[in-house]
C-alpha cells in the first residue's frame, strides 16, 4: 500500500530564511507526486507537481521540490519565506496511470505546519 | 474559469441525521473525487466519480455514498450521522480520471453534535 510520511508536524523559520519540507513516500510503481498548501479554514491548493522528467520541478510562489527516486523523496524547498508562506503544506502521491481499475485516489502525508518568525 | 465549488460551506447535524454535500466541478473537468479531512485521520480519499460511475472507493462505511450527475456535478450523502464524522469534505475535480492533477474546492466543515 501508498503511504507518505512528513516526519516534521510543526517548522518554524524566521521570515527570509531558506525552507526545506521533508516528503518520503512508498509506492509500488512510478508515483505522480504533489504537494498542496492549505491556508487556515480553506481548500488545497495545488502548489507543483512530478509526473516525470526533470527531477527539480518548479512551482508557484517561489517553491521547488526535487524528486530523488533513490531516497524516496520529493522535498519541497523555497529560498527565501515570506510571512504569508505560513500554512499547512501536504505532500500527497498518486498513481501514475490510470489502473482501468479505477483510480485510487491521493495518499497524503499528515502535513507540516509552517510557522513564520518575523 | 471558475474553481471548484462546493456547498453548503457549513453544516451543523445531529447524531443519527443524514446529509447531502454538493460539488461542481471546473467546466470540462470530469473526474470529481471526494475527501474527509480530520485532524486525527488527516486527508482520506472517499471515492471518486467519472462520467457519473464510482470509479473507486476508500475505506469508509456503506453510509457514505455518492453520485454524479451528467453535467459533472456531484454529490456525497452521509446517512445516520456519527459524531466522529465532523470534518472538513473536501471535493476535486481533474480532467479525466487517472490523471491525478486535482484541483479542489474550499470544503464543507461538518459539524455532528
Known amino acids: 500500500a501508498q503511504s507518505v510520511t512528513q516526519p516534521d508536524i510543526h517548522i518554524t523559520v524566521s521570515e527570509g530564511a531558506s525552507l526545506e519540507l521533508r516528503c518520503n513516500y512508498s509506492?509500488?510503481?512510478?508515483?505522480?507526486l504533489f504537494w498542496y498548501v492549505q491556508s487556515p479554514g480553506q481548500g488545497l491548493q495545488l502548489l507543483l507537481k512530478?509526473?516525470?522528467?526533470?527531477?527539480l520541478v518548479q512551482g508557484i510562489k517561489g517553491f521547488e521540490a526535487e524528486f530523488k527516486r533513490s531516497q524516496s523523496s520529493f522535498n519541497l524547498r523555497k529560498p527565501s519565506v515570506h510571512w504569508s508562506d505560513a500554512a499547512e503544506y501536504f505532500c500527497?502521491?498518486?498513481?501514475?496511470?490510470?489502473?482501468?481499475?479505477?483510480?485510487?485516489?491521493?495518499?497524503f502525508g499528515k502535513g507540516t505546519h509552517l510557522i513564520i518568525q518575523p | 474559469k471558475a474553481g471548484v465549488t462546493q456547498t453548503p460551506r457549513y453544516l451543523i447535524k445531529t447524531r443519527g441525521q443524514q446529509v447531502t454535500l454538493s460539488c461542481s466541478p471546473i467546466?470540462?473537468?470530469?473526474?470529481v473525487s471526494w475527501y474527509q479531512q480530520t485532524p486525527g485521520q488527516g486527508l482520506q480519499f472517499l471515492f471518486e466519480?467519472?462520467?457519473?460511475?464510482?470509479?473507486n472507493k476508500g475505506n469508509f462505511p456503506g453510509r457514505f455514498s455518492g453520485r454524479q450527475f451528467s453535467n459533472s456535478r456531484s454529490e456525497m450523502n452521509v446517512s445516520t450521522l456519527e459524531l466522529g464524522d465532523s470534518a472538513l469534505y473536501l471535493c476535486?475535480?481533474?480532467?479525466?480520471?487517472?490523471?491525478?492533477?486535482?484541483?479542489f474546492g474550499p470544503g464543507t466543515r461538518l459539524t455532528v453534535l
Open positions: 467546466s470540462g473537468h470530469r473526474s
Open positions: 509506492y509500488g510503481a512510478t508515483p505522480y
Open positions: 476535486a475535480s481533474s480532467l479525466i480520471s487517472g490523471n491525478n492533477e486535482q484541483f
Open positions: 500527497a502521491v498518486g498513481p501514475a496511470v490510470d489502473s482501468g481499475g479505477g483510480a485510487d485516489g491521493l495518499t
Open positions: 512530478y509526473f516525470s522528467g526533470d527531477t
Open positions: 466519480y467519472f462520467s457519473e460511475t464510482q470509479r
